[in-house]
């Protein structure tokens, strides 16, 4: 195991808090990315609201709010996408501009001290603070906080406090919407840049034209619409201040704000709070939007801030009570997984089934498109924090069902093919060589929808929208399928497995054997349906126009997929060809030489054995009981040792085999590792945003992998180790109904139901009853089981 | 065998002319392209000089003449290229404008009749002739002629008659030099439309500031500067009249012309000559090409339309002479072949090593670059015709080595890589699943410095030039192969053979193969020099730097190159894995789906054993004696049966097989289909340019396809055989000195030297002496062979 990369630690390390002191303007945007604030509807980076002339990127955006761009290509081939969905950047509702004795603070320009950037876990909130130092020798203190809302989404709230240090006056704010944001990566993408390159003109990456704008009573509000994809956003903000102020109103093109002054007074606190509501629609209305978001805003025209905040954190503090990892001993790693869980949360928490799960949070690249991670890595989390957003994920996909049938179509398959990287239910990303063929999204969402009938088992659900999806997919990759001349086996030809660094494969395993899954559970429920609900089944056929040789086909389909696998060593083969591969020293590439897609041509990665990511292995982590533990043990030293770790999905996925093959440092060093990626910018591209998938996979890195939990088995299973260094550990899963604690040391683990029933569940593979009463099992060391 | 494909008469069928009779405005593009004139220097279209406003490209084109542009991709890699050089459209030097009672002649608005437009193929000019009725129903018939010095490539002549045929009066002319002329590629390339969509505006499509414009004494002359790539062209002419003219001046921004009356007589011709000079350099210094612009112009300044045209048809004699093919009993094909060899040798007739075949001729498709198709379908052609031609080829390629060193690092190669598509040495195409994925380009060159070195035995290039270039593809390749961790073979990873449908395969077998060829014959170049060069031998060595393990590692490379062949069938698999792909039933796919681009989604065509164009089958014509005629026929049934001949390369190498399998007629249609590619319009895309490297087949279909020549032995040898609706054929090859006449009957073929010494070479396995004195020798059956 080598992991090529470095930290760059840079925030100071706490359990629940993440902390900059002192600031760096080269680490400006990492430090926006790692203190963003969000809540699923909206989200901000951390950047200075007062306006500041250094390099930083003002992220301001609204998940599934997006524009359409154009997609170039050398040469359009047919099925080729030529524009597609991205998230833009919108409207910096943090406005605010502060001067005094005519200088204008911007920490690019003036004398400053004591600075300090906190972001509180437990609250979700972001404190800045520091001291001014004007020309005139004038001290000032001054603290900036907010937070979006997670109850009332809606609603982003900020507060500046000021504090006047050596001196009595006046000074001059101005708050305000500014709808003059630049999207940057409408300037291209560039994969050995890292991110978009900022050659182009500034005008090209604003997509704001502005409809109105007008102050309503103590309301000031904006409302601009996109270029291409008919979305008004409506933008509005009130003041509340401890001093009686006049503000004058001060209009530009696309901006509104309110321009007052304060009274300062040497060592005593005066501050403002900003309650901004936001509101955007699809409409083509411009009256209609309006009113709506000033009804919106006029909704929330009594909150004030501490109110607001008060509602914010008792949400929080049930997520926390209900999600968080205690780590003991390990502060690092402590503070890890509880950024990552924050990362997530603030990401998507459920509050609608028409967002999902933005695969990087608080930046540009990836166009705030979802991927394959949604199911495989977020969804898990989810069901076991509260299986309605589980659901909730699922029926997203669902409510796309009609364009994924489009979807399909554009590149000649049948039935649905949920696209790779979505925002709009199409494929919104023009790098077909990897969207186009990593066909195992529908896989990924089959998987979840298996999944989720398993853990939480909601056969409403499964027998009405899982049972539609399933058929159509089944149909999609059965249409893609083909059958070998040589020996009549069935596969997958032409295809990218999860594996990136090999392309237009055949019988890349991890899809063919997903594929024979879903084929099988698809027949595993008709045949279920049939007996327990047979009007529904009946509906679901004809919805679908089932053919009636479509089952036996997907059953032949399914019995006769190749799964390639050498019997001797019990290796399976990746793809077709892959054990021919020149095999290539990954761990000994150079680290001047990562990450590879950086360093080397494009072209030249393709031709080894080096792999990306997991692929394979995903298999016995989904599957568990599929596979022998020498199984399990040859193909995670075979492939780990071809593995470049590339992508930040694959740590985590390591972290919880290499756990349960008894190898607990290089387990704990995966761990270590995804838990930190963006903290410690490992890929030096957090500045881009934070990894929210991986963020995922931190948390399952915890439970299934020192937990050693499995969902395959009729029951949940549970298998806890615990790594040398830590002193213990303690987790919280909701399995039909009841909140069950897992808390472990070298000693035991001990096992109880927080809330709700008593539950079944295998633990060190015995059947036992977890209830409000601890359970104490003696912790094993799995690696003499070996 | 099926085509899918069908053809589109419309020109009339004769020996020596392509005639248009009557026109259709829908066949303008088509019509444009097939009366394209040229001479290796530039390039017209048969486009209306007085003006068109019906739909129809105005193309002007000098080889090599180049601009950058931008190559967009949905998200760029490690090196991609960012900007390629294309050769845009340029000046109109025919441009005429003609008026008559205020009337504008324009076909596309006027009333006319009798309209005409011939090619002359012996003589290579175009003339059109019509009868224009104005309005004013004055009747006046009208000739245009034209044609492309072949001998002073810097002059285009242009001549045109006025016949009034009811009126006496005066008309008025406008003849000049426009530079307003729109290079439509640059709108971009849309493989689902065929051509470059015309959405953008008209700006971006002209590319050219003008920088100078005067008439000096009878010259009339402009120069302008293309955007990026720094080139200047000038461009002038003189007016010859037959009655006095007083021309007055006229300029516009991008343009100078003369304005001028001539006096018509009823019945009696009055006509006016233009001569054109053109020259072009890329330089900085405006005064310094202006005057050697000007300095051309006065070099022509007695030349009349006659005088030159004699020139011209001198040379074109001598070509016909050489190089003509007679068939008797087929008119069609007689005329597909010769217009053929005219489509080549417009395109190229070795004027200079810097300039190369351009793929398509008189069009903009394909950005006027040069692929393999120069060095495997075109060069043969030449070393036949006059091997100094050959030389300036390969010299070309030379020319451009330090380019090929540039491009192979690029990519992360060692030595050199050729591109695949080349207008300035470096790769011009950002299709990189394509250009950078086929590194046959290599092999190519390879192969036609080993065909060189075998049929012209000139050791002066091969031991300087040759050896160098070599040496340094050796070293590329070497640096893109892998070895098999599973049994220790060579090959190459990662890669796309000839044939276009399949993508980033292993092992691909003419890949392979090729490449084993190349590093022995270079290791057996290496020892013949040591012997017969020492001297070069050493300079070799150190040009290229070689390592003293490279050779050792070369050899070891040919020995375990990996070949897959089944010894069952004797078939050689196309790559590894191809056996396995599904099956596809490619001659019963419907017409309504070819081509196969166009129709189905790009990612679909590569996951069955479907194959666009010969990869294998080339091998058993460049090598014809590495293969029993048993193989033969075993693999040319078995790919040919999966085989869309969508590539227009793809039926002239079919034709070639067939006939050497006596499936006569099979090649018949081949090669009749190869013959009338363009001038029938097989692919419906001729509008786009004339297919020069499939035009090259075409001889190649006659010569070694009926004419059964063979290069691979020690001798020439030749097997002719006879199609059965062909009363007879005869063709000539220029060989070791000798013109080579074969005739060949249902009986007999006869075979003497024309021209030079006897010569050697093998007539149906025998070794037979060809001398002045007519050899006869009885016509065979291959089929009966078998």
Redesign the interface.
Known sequence: MHLFKTSEKYFTVDPWTVVEKGFAPAKQRLAESIFSVANEFMCVRGYFEEGYSGDHLLGSYFSQLYDMTD??????????ITEGATMINTVDWLYTRISLDGEELDLGKVKFSDFRRTLDLKNATLKREFIWTTATQKRLRITFLRFTNIVHTAMGCQRIILEPLNFCGEIKICSGLDFDTLYELAA?????QGTGSRSEQNHDLNFWTCERRQKTKDIWAIQARTRRSGIKLFSSFRLVSDQVITPETVEREKFIGAEFSLQLTENQVASFDKIAVNHWEQANDVEQVWSAGLNRAQKYGEATYDATLEEHSRHWADFWRRMDVEIEGDPELQQGVRYSLYALYINYHGESERRNVLCKLGGEVYNGVNFWDTEIYCHRLYMFLNPEIARKLLMYRYHYLPKALENAK???LEGARYPFATLTGVEE?????HV??EIHQNEAIYYAIWHYDKVCGDKEFLYNEGIEMLLQMCRCMAS?G?????NGDFGF??VMGPDEFH????HNCYTNYLGKKMFNYTLEVLEEMRREAPELYELALAKAELRPEEPAEWRRMAEKMRILKDEATGIYEQH??Y?????LDVKNIPVSQIPI????????I????MIKQPDFLNLPYFFSRDFTMAEKKANYEFYEARTSHESSLSPSLHAILAAELGKLEESYHFLAYAARLDLDNYNRNTEQGIHSSSAAGVWAGVVSGFGGLRTDGAVLTLNPTIPASWKSYGFKIFYRGALIEVKVNHDEAIFRALEGPSVQVGIYDQSCQITAEPLSVKVKNHSSEI
Chains 1, 2 share one sequence.
């Open positions: 997609i170039k290509y050398p040469q359009v081939f047919k099925g080729f291209g993408w560039d994969q050995t554009r590149v000649d990303m023009g790098t077909w060589q186009e063929l893609w083909g059958w070998s001349p040589k030809y032409g392309m237009m494969v055949n077709d060809g054990f021919d591969l020149p095999h897609y950086k360093h080397w041509a494009y072209i030249k393709f031709r080894f054995n």
